[in-house]
């Protein structure tokens, strides 16, 4: 029988999952996996870790306004039966910062279904072999909700599936990110609106650099994406609006541009003062 260890006034540690509860000031370090985060609050890892888990995610965040800062550190699953940082519970706010996360079926798979608003923030991470894609973030299965996404300032390389993916969200900011050697796509951006993809460098992806899918008023500016086997950028599906705009293409082995089966209004450069 698995007996709880009361380590400081704040914590209490089951050997078998660990649920971090919230401490009164500061900032909560967390050191071993399987953990949810069922309450707000700031966390951080204090060392590096690596593990392997029957269950779901091996850090999962169940809780509104929750920052987690891996502080350097790296964070391993060496298996794909669950992603290294996950969601439960449809979190409403949810920042993901500083440090490496490694594995996985999924390396950062941030998900709200409940329909309301979802605010993500995931900045200054390397997210390296993961079995599908690298980071995920998506919101209802069947309505559009407000969304406020930042991924930005990411290292993200050698993923299975896509690099980058975002489902479902209204308004975000895909920006600055290095996606190297995704298994399909670099960044792709499904069923979404109002979504800038900018300043990121895609290089050797086994399909596209940008898959624009079924999505509107998505503008794709000053990307360098080069060596993709498809196209550079890709924009398919019914969509309306989309844009783009002093992109670098290079090598790609489909071609620059694809509009393949857009039903809608084509994809146009992006104007300065657009009619």
């Known amino acids: 029988m698995n007996q709880p260890i009361r380590?400081?006034?704040?914590?209490?540690?089951?050997?078998?999952?660990?649920?971090?509860?919230?401490?009164?000031?500061?900032?909560?370090?967390?050191?071993?996996?399987?953990v949810t985060i069922d309450q707000p609050g700031a966390y951080y890892l204090s060392r590096d870790i690596s593990a392997t888990d029957t269950g779901a995610a091996l850090i999962t965040i169940a809780a509104d306004d929750?920052?987690?800062?891996?502080?350097?550190?790296r964070v391993e699953r060496t298996d794909t039966r669950g992603d290294v940082i996950g969601t439960a519970s449809n979190p409403a706010n949810v920042t993901i910062r500083n440090g490496?996360?490694?594995?996985?079926?999924?390396?950062?798979?941030?998900?709200n279904i409940?329909?309301?608003?979802?605010?993500?923030?995931?900045?200054?991470?390397?997210?390296?072999?993961?079995?599908?894609?690298?980071?995920?973030?998506?919101?209802?299965?069947?309505?559009?909700?407000?969304?406020?996404?930042?991924?930005?300032?990411?290292?993200?390389?050698?993923?299975g599936a896509n690099g980058i993916r975002v489902?479902?969200?209204?308004?975000?900011?895909?920006?600055g990110n290095v996606v190297r050697a995704s298994g399909q796509t670099g960044i792709v951006v499904e069923l979404s609106e109002a979504m800038f993809v900018r300043e990121n460098n895609v290089v050797g992806s086994g399909a596209h650099g940008v898959h624009i899918l079924d999505s509107n008023s998505?503008?794709?500016?000053?990307?360098?994406?080069?060596?993709?086997?498809?196209?550079?950028?890709?924009?398919?599906?019914t969509t309306d609006n989309n844009c783009y705009r002093g992109n670098?293409?290079?090598?790609?082995?489909?071609g620059d541009i694809g509009r393949n089966n857009e039903t809608q209004y084509e994809s146009l450069p992006c104007t300065d003062n657009p009619n």
Do not use: K, M
Request: charged share 15%.
């Open 114 to 159: 409940a329909g309301s608003s979802f605010s993500v923030r995931v900045e200054n991470l390397t997210v390296r072999d993961a079995a599908a894609d690298g980071i995920r973030v998506a919101t209802g299965y069947e309505v559009l909700v407000p969304s406020h996404v930042l991924i930005r300032d990411n290292l993200v390389a050698d993923s």
């Open 7 to 34: 380590t400081t006034p704040f914590f209490v540690v089951l050997l078998a999952a660990t649920t971090v509860a919230t401490a009164t000031g500061g900032a909560i370090p967390i050191w071993q996996v399987p």
């Open 66 to 73: 929750v920052t987690l800062d891996l502080a350097g550190h």
């Open 218 to 237: 998505v503008a794709v500016t000053y990307n360098h994406l080069a060596r993709n086997a498809g196209f550079a950028l890709r924009f398919e599906g």
């Open 167 to 175: 489902f479902i969200l209204d308004a975000g900011r895909i920006s």
């Open 248 to 254: 670098r293409l290079l090598d790609n082995s489909g």
């Open 100 to 111: 490496t996360v490694i594995g996985g079926a999924n390396g950062v798979n941030l998900e």
